[in-house]
């Protein structure tokens, strides 16, 4: 395992070039500085908040003392400590979810795009590395410095979700959905860069920001037809794994794979993979290729997407709000009955099609 690592991932030149590009000894100092005055602020400001929070209803509590007001003082003194930690976590998590999924999509975006720019991508193609190991470089080189910033502050993170009271495994699951999550958006976002012939950046920040929101967007999934599909977005992940179980309403709102209720996390590792996976064998397939040349998929390889999407959409569809149609209760999401259902996946075959 770790030769195969060594090979592989660390030795590859592609992703050495950007790592020694971007990780000077100076710069990588810099970035770990930085990343630690930002955790010091940031653990203030939530030690601030939650110190107004308790002085509030300590005034609260001599103005009016009533036995509720008096309660609310009891809780927030027993539980001062927790809530401190917990709110540094969460904010902790969240600003690491947002700057790593953008900028591992916005940095892939620029890879081909950039390379095009710089003149430097036909010289790259030509070289004795194999599609796969420019894949990998690439995914794994080009945010390296975002990546470095996430591990500076991987410490206190773990230390706030624990100090907080969540357990070990609930926070490493956060760290394994950055991961999953950001990688998928990395391959999104260099296969754009290989669609962009333009060798303006502003096209491909564009087109970043697009993806970037398509893919957001699918939080309103959960009250789809297919509400699994909403793992797709960062933002129905980290709602869910930052929760914890702490918040009631959002435990009513599940995935569905095969009529069963299956986690967040699970699910997004689920999708991520898999239309991870179509990405890689799309960028394998075309990035030797010149931009006339391209062609996403062979023949065959188009009729296994389209039988994996067919699949998809009925391994995630969720029968209880079909259920509740049938049952004259109101219509809910995209999907209200079975003839919906099969409309919309012979439109979706038609068009994949012609």
């Not at 999953?180 to 087109?207: K, P």
């Not at 957001?216 to 960062?234: D, F, N, R, T, V």
Request: glycine share 10%; with cysteine.
């Amino acid at each position: 395992m770790p030769g195969f690592w060594t090979s592989h991932f660390w030795s590859n030149p592609e992703f050495v070039r950007h790592r020694r590009a971007e990780l000077r000894p100076a710069r990588a100092v810099t970035v770990a500085v930085v990343v630690l005055v930002m955790c010091v602020l940031l653990g203030m400001a939530c030690w601030s908040y939650e110190q107004n929070l308790l002085e509030s209803a300590r005034r609260g509590a001599e103005l009016y003392a009533t036995d509720a007001w008096k309660q609310r003082l009891e809780i927030l003194q027993d539980d001062y400590t927790r809530r401190t930690w917990l709110l540094f976590y969460r904010w902790l998590v969240g600003l690491q979810g947002v700057a790593l999924t953008f900028w591992t999509l916005f940095s892939c975006a620029q890879s081909v795009s950039g390379e095009r720019d710089r003149k430097t991508w036909d010289f790259q193609r030509t070289t004795r590395l194999t599609p796969s190991e420019i894949l990998i470089g690439k995914l794994l080189g080009e945010p390296v410095l975002m990546y470095f910033a996430v591990l500076c502050a991987t410490p206190a993170t773990l230390i706030a979700g624990l100090a907080g009271g969540l357990s070990f495994g609930s926070v490493i699951s956060v760290f394994v959905f950055l991961t999953v999550t950001s990688l998928f958006l990395g391959l999104g976002g260099m296969w754009l860069s290989t669609l962009l012939e333009s060798r303006t950046r502003g096209v491909g920040l564009i087109g970043a920001l697009a993806l970037y929101g398509c893919t957001l967007g699918a939080y309103g999934m959960q009250e789809s037809g297919l509400p699994g599909l909403a793992a797709i977005s960062p933002v129905t992940g980290m709602i869910h794994l930052l929760a914890d179980g702490q918040e009631p309403q959002l435990q009513a709102i599940q995935p569905v794979l095969f009529g069963q209720e299956i986690p967040w996390l699970l699910m997004t590792v689920l999708l991520c993979g898999s239309f991870g996976a179509w990405l890689a064998l799309m960028l394998v397939r075309n990035l030797k290729r010149d931009y006339p040349e391209i062609r996403p998929l062979s023949r065959w390889q188009a009729i296994g997407c389209a039988a994996f999407l067919n699949f998809l959409i009925y391994a995630l569809l969720s029968p209880g709000k079909m259920m509740d149609s049938l049952a004259g209760m109101p219509r809910q999401g995209m999907f209200p009955d079975a003839k919906t259902v099969a409309v919309f996946a012979v439109a979706m075959n038609g068009r994949s099609s012609s």
